[in-house]
């Protein structure tokens, strides 16, 4: 768990150095107390770490100021973006971190870098997170930003609106196939999605599973066809 949480908060590495230093700086300053906070995590015993989690763990908004001023020092420029884009990523504000994607959409929605950011807007399913990803969709030409978006958008209109969803997968697989997405092509991720949407989508016929019961009684699902059925998946780690 701790692993997961490290690496949702890791940013943009910023492209220019030169121009970033101060964006850079911040980053490190809170990495710096991540990475020390963890080592003493390690070193406390089990029964205390819950409290140690509570109260000593570093929070990236104590560092969002910090961001916010970068951003405000370099409008419309490199900086103003990646000051940004770690904000919208590790805000725990919806206010802030709504202000800072409207910046982000206003003054660099055509920008190749912004790519990382698109991952985050399908947690935030919200007016601003969408009008984000449909400026990003008008504005941005490199393809790889382009299909990102796209496939963004139609997770976030699965359930709201099915009929663009599907559309704007079809266009997925039709234009961006070859997109790197998470270490899998957009093509692979699609041709599971569309797979779910097919089958496994409320009101569809179940697929039949078969299995044993805490008795060690062998059914399959189709048994219990026209029942009202509770499925209770699990795991243990």
């Given at each position: ?43 406390t015993?089990?029964g ?5 989690l ?5 929070s ?23 000051a ?18 409207n ?60 009929d ?43 697929p ?25 998946f699990?795991?243990?780690?």
């Amino acid at each position: 768990m701790i692993s997961i949480v490290m690496g949702a908060l890791l940013c943009v590495a910023p492209e220019d150095p030169a121009t970033l230093a101060s964006v850079d700086t911040v980053k490190q300053e809170f990495e710096a107390a991540q990475a020390a906070f963890f080592e003493k995590y390690s070193q406390t015993p089990e029964g205390e770490r819950e409290a140690l989690l509570r109260t000593e763990r570093p929070s990236p908004d104590d560092y969002v100021d910090q961001m916010l001023d970068i951003a405000d020092e370099h409008e419309g420029e490199a900086a103003e973006r990646d000051a940004l884009i770690w904000v919208i990523q590790n805000s725990r504000s919806a206010e802030t971190r709504n202000r800072s994607i409207n910046i982000l959409a206003d003054g660099h929605a055509a920008d190749a870098a912004i790519e990382p950011v698109l991952y985050a807007m399908p947690f935030y399913p919200d007016p601003t997170s969408m009008r984000f990803i449909r400026t990003v969709l008008d504005e941005n030409s490199h393809p790889n930003v382009k299909g990102i978006a796209t496939y963004t958008l139609a997770k976030m209109t699965w359930q709201t609106e099915p009929d663009e969803a599907r559309t704007l997968i079809d266009r997925v697989a039709d234009e961006f196939a070859d997109v790197d997405y998470r270490g899998k092509s957009l093509g692979e991720t699609v041709e599971r999605d569309l797979f779910e949407i097919e089958n496994l989508a409320i009101g569809k016929v179940a697929p039949d599973i078969a299995g044993e019961d805490i008795d060690g009684v062998e059914f399959n699902l189709s048994d219990y066809r026209g029942k009202v059925v509770v499925l209770d998946f699990w795991g243990d780690w």
